[in-house]
T-cell receptor
Framework: DSGVTQTPKHLITATGQRVTLRCSPRSGDLSVYWYQQSLDQGLQFLIQYYNGEERAKGNILERFSAQQFPDLHSELNLSSLELGDSALYFC??????????????FGEGSWLTVV | SQQGEEDPQALSIQEGENATMNCSYKTSINNLQWYRQNSGRGLVHLILIRSNEREKHSGRLRVTLDTSKKSSSLLITASRAADTASYFCATDAWGTSGSRLTFGEGTQLTVNP
């Protein structure tokens, strides 16, 4: 158990809909990262928050947004869903704002299926 | 495109044999990490090697790093059926705003009992 909690574990929704994925980082970790894993794109970094502020942005679509709340949990919002958004979405956390030399811990992921 | 590229994409061995997976990357890095993922599960951190290190051991794992060739290898000795998983290398690069790990496409290891 990494200590990173993600909900829901599985989600099936229709195209055009909007979903919210939730992540609770490990106790004491201030950074939260979101990754998307799909068969054709592999593991893609989406976005990082540190202590409530956006710190780095990767290949995140404009239809997607995220935030980190004062209690440090984070949400990833996916809207106007398309079939190609079906993927495993991971949240990870680390203590500091830079990975360098630090381990980041991954949750078990949220499986999103868009039908 | 992925920073790291693993080779081979798939590896099938017998229990007790050693498994070697390779990773190549394109840019200068701070560190390189190896992760393991059981099918459909989260990624588990295995080992981190810094850019000024050449070799590191952890239990049955041995990681090497050759920054001149921009490559790393992960050796699992005396493999077990429970080692069956996908293995990913991930790099943390210089000059990246914010902080991120860039993952390779992974090697699917199957250890047959």
């Amino acid at each position: 158990d990494s200590g990173v909690t993600q909900t829901p574990k599985h989600l099936i929704t229709a195209t055009g809909q909007r979903v919210t994925l939730r992540c609770s980082p490990r106790s004491g970790d201030l950074s939260v990262y979101w990754y998307q894993q799909s068969l054709d794109q592999g593991l893609q970094f989406l976005i990082q928050y540190y202590n409530g502020e956006e710190r780095a942005k990767g290949n995140i679509l404009e239809r997607f947004s995220a935030q980190q709340f004062p209690d440090l949990h984070s949400e990833l919002n996916l809207s106007s869903l398309e079939l190609g958004d079906s993927a495993l979405y991971f949240c990870a956390s680390s203590a500091r704002d830079r990975i360098s030399g630090n381990t980041i811990y991954f949750g078990e992921g949220s499986w999103l299926t868009v039908v | 495109s992925q920073q790291g590229e693993e080779d081979p994409q798939a590896l099938s061995i017998q229990e007790g044999e050693n498994a070697t997976m390779n990773c190549s990357y394109k840019t200068s890095i701070n560190n390189l990490q190896w992760y393991r993922q059981n099918s459909g599960r989260g990624l588990v951190h295995l080992i981190l090697i810094r850019s000024n290190e050449r070799e590191k051991h952890s239990g049955r794992l041995r990681v090497t790093l050759d920054t001149s060739k921009k490559s790393s290898s992960l050796l699992i000795t005396a493999s077990r059926a429970a080692d069956t998983a996908s293995y990913f290398c991930a790099t943390d690069a210089w000059g990246t705003s914010g902080s991120r790990l860039t993952f390779g496409e992974g090697t699917q290891l199957t250890v047959n009992p």
